[in-house]
């Protein structure tokens, strides 16, 4: 229900937790019905890069949470 909430926090733990940086605004992203394409598309990209390198390594990803 609350979409910019929802995506800051989205955004926030991918850049903590994988080291993906937050190419989209979470205002934006609330703003627009339908957000950009390309920007979408090319965020989504670093998720397959991170995921993908644990299949080319054969090391299962793991998360590493802060204390």
């Given at each position: 229900e609350n979409v910019?909430?929802?995506?800051?926090?989205?955004?926030?733990v991918a850049e903590e937790y994988l080291n993906i940086?937050?190419?989209?605004d979470p205002q934006d992203m609330a703003d627009y019905?339908?957000?950009d394409k390309l920007s979408i598309l090319?965020?989504?990209?670093?998720?397959?890069?991170?995921?993908g390198a644990q299949?080319?390594?054969?090391?299962?990803f793991q998360f590493h949470f802060h204390s």
């Open positions: 910019y909430h929802n995506n800051e926090l989205a955004f926030r940086p937050a190419l989209l019905e339908v957000p090319t965020y989504l990209s670093q998720f397959y890069q991170v995921f299949g080319e390594s054969g090391v299962p």
